[in-house]
């Protein structure tokens, strides 16, 4: 291996590895379900405990955490939280709701979106309901799968083409 074969593997080494570090660390602004419940800074830097609606918000930003760790369980629990204080709260139902699409959304599982309830509130022109959920789900999931047809055919094909050349170039020379 030349020396510049060895710097270039290092350098690939390195950035892999810092790579790595900075995913798992938690340095995308993914937040845990436990961070709702501990005191913020309030502007005059003085500690305060969240309000019950900036605590709701809080809990949803922890769900989308969770379904972008792949934690789908942790997620769809939160967003149960979530849908458990509308009881005393109606505008915390339409936050369940759109924790609910959007955690399907990520996860790409249309069987969250049955946990919607249809309220018949809109929220900015949008209502949030099961069929908009299943239907905004379908789509991602046709996309991912003709995502993967084009990685086929323009990937995996030609490699697979390129090694039958190959193999029957190297039977030829065998025979001569």
Known sequence: M????????????????????FLLNGSLG??????????????????????EDERMECLR???ISEAMKNHDVNAKETCDEIYNNAVSNKDYKLKANMCYTEIAKILVDSTICEKIENTG??????????????????HIDNA??????ICTVVFVIPILFVAAVLLTERRKNKKE
């Open 61 to 63: 930003i922890a769900a």
């Open 30 to 51: 993914l937040i845990e379900k436990s961070t709702c419940d501990e005191p913020i800074k309030d502007i005059d830097g003085k500690d305060r405990m969240r309000t």
């Open 144 to 149: 991912l799968n003709n995502k993967q047809k």
């Open 121 to 138: 509130k809109i929220f900015s022109g949008n209502k949030v309901t099961r069929e908009a959920c299943k239907i905004q789900v379908d």
């Open 2 to 21: 030349s020396s510049s074969t060895r710097v270039l593997f290092l350098i690939t080494i390195i950035v892999v590895v810092l790579t790595s570090s």
